[in-house]
């Protein structure tokens, strides 16, 4: 079955704490990207990867980091979390055919809680 | 600075009319729209798209109407059904420019109501 699947689904931690939320596609997509959600604001872009070792900032970039070393897998790592960055993380995989957009596949999400 | 637009936050509407879903975008680099759909507790999913040289795509009893004088689209769900019931994510893109990063807006609920 192709999947996005995300890592823990839920967690609550403490501020200062570092945490990665995993991220792994079985489809060969070459594009992944993380999104958060708040209330009011919808769905916002963190970081994206174009392909291995390729990555860039989204709209909110700041407090996360991302690597992409292998295709299927594309962790977001909070290294010193914050109150402000509890939130509903989407992890999201599309094939990448150079210009032409394609469908975007989300995970479940991981309701992320920092106290 | 808000590039794509849902106005209204909530939708409701009784089983078997239409629900009509509104976006509006100010990038007019924008030449790919897509609607997403999501359920709590779920990611979005993809529902349909449109490409900014077709001014309406049809799925079933989805269609979607792009006008790009006005820089608008919107969402026509003919007829309406409890299973509707869902936020929905407008989202742009500009592959043209050499990435590819969807933009969303921050969704509509809507409400079909038996």
């Known amino acids: 079955e192709a999947q996005v699947t995300q890592n823990p689904r839920y967690l609550i931690t403490v501020t200062g704490k570092k945490l990665t939320v995993t991220c792994s596609q079985n489809?060969?997509?070459?594009?992944m990207s993380w999104y958060r959600q708040d209330p009011g604001l919808g769905l916002r872009q963190i970081y994206y990867?174009?392909?291995?070792?390729?990555?860039d900032k989204g709209d909110v970039p700041e407090g996360y980091k991302v690597s992409r070393k292998e295709k299927r897998n594309f962790p977001l790592i909070l290294e010193s979390p914050s109150p402000n960055q509890t939130s509903l993380y989407f992890c999201?995989?599309?094939?990448?055919?150079?210009?032409?957009?394609?469908?975007?596949?989300f995970g479940e999400g991981s309701r992320l809680t920092v106290l | 600075d808000q590039q794509v637009k849902q106005n209204s936050p909530s939708l409701s509407v009784q089983e078997g009319r239409i629900s009509i879903l509104n976006c509006d975008y100010t990038?007019?680099?924008?030449?790919?729209f897509l609607w997403y759909k999501k359920y709590p507790a779920e990611g979005p999913t993809f529902l349909i798209s449109?490409?900014?040289?077709?001014d309406k795509n049809e799925d079933g009893r989805f269609t979607v109407f792009l006008n790009k004088s006005a820089k608008h689209l919107s969402l026509h769900i003919v007829p309406s059904q409890p299973g509707d019931s869902a936020v929905y994510f407008c989202?742009?893109?500009?592959?043209?420019?050499?990435?590819?990063?969807?933009?969303f807006g921050k969704g509509t609920k809507l409400s079909v109501i038996p």
């Open positions: 999201a995989s599309s094939r990448w055919v150079g210009g032409a957009s394609g469908e975007l596949f």
């Open positions: 489809m060969n997509h070459e594009y």
């Open positions: 990867s174009m392909n291995v070792e390729v990555t």
């Open positions: 990038n007019s680099m924008f030449d790919y």
């Open positions: 449109i490409s900014s040289i077709k």
């Open positions: 989202a742009a893109n500009s592959p043209g420019a050499g990435s590819y990063q969807l933009t």
